[in-house]
């Protein structure tokens, strides 16, 4: 396991400025605590194409880095990426417009 500052320094140089605008949304709502069914009744998406798309993405983001593609990692990823990779998560965050 990596330390804790290891971890930040890692996630933090990892940037993925090519995330859809779902994926944006994906992002945003993980970060105010959805889970994949909130997610999955907000959305219309069944709750097992939902799971899909949040495994494909934390895989595409945390891969590179060598971390389990959790939904931890990927929230502390995006937090550290809200004005960059994820300013478009956090801008739909500040609207009230998860999904
Ligand atoms: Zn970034």
């Known amino acids: 396991m990596y330390q804790p500052r290891e971890v930040l ?3 933090g140089g990892r940037h993925a400025r090519d995330l ?3 994926q944006q949304r994906l992002i945003a709502a993980i970060c105010v605590g ?3 069914q909130d997610i999955a009744a907000a959305s219309g ?3 097992k194409s939902v799971y899909r798309h949040i495994r494909e993405l934390a895989c595409h983001v945390l891969d ?3 971390f389990e593609p959790t939904r931890d990692f990927l929230r ?3 937090e550290l990426h809200a004005t960059c990779c994820c300013a478009p998560a956090f801008h739909l ?3 009230n417009r998860v999904l």
């Open 93 to 95: 965050i500040s609207k």
């Open 45 to 47: 998406r069944s709750s």
């Open 9 to 11: 320094r890692l996630l």
């Open 20 to 22: 859809t605008d779902y």
């Open 64 to 66: 590179p880095v060598g």
């Open 34 to 36: 959805w889970t994949p």
């Open 76 to 78: 502390t990823w995006a």
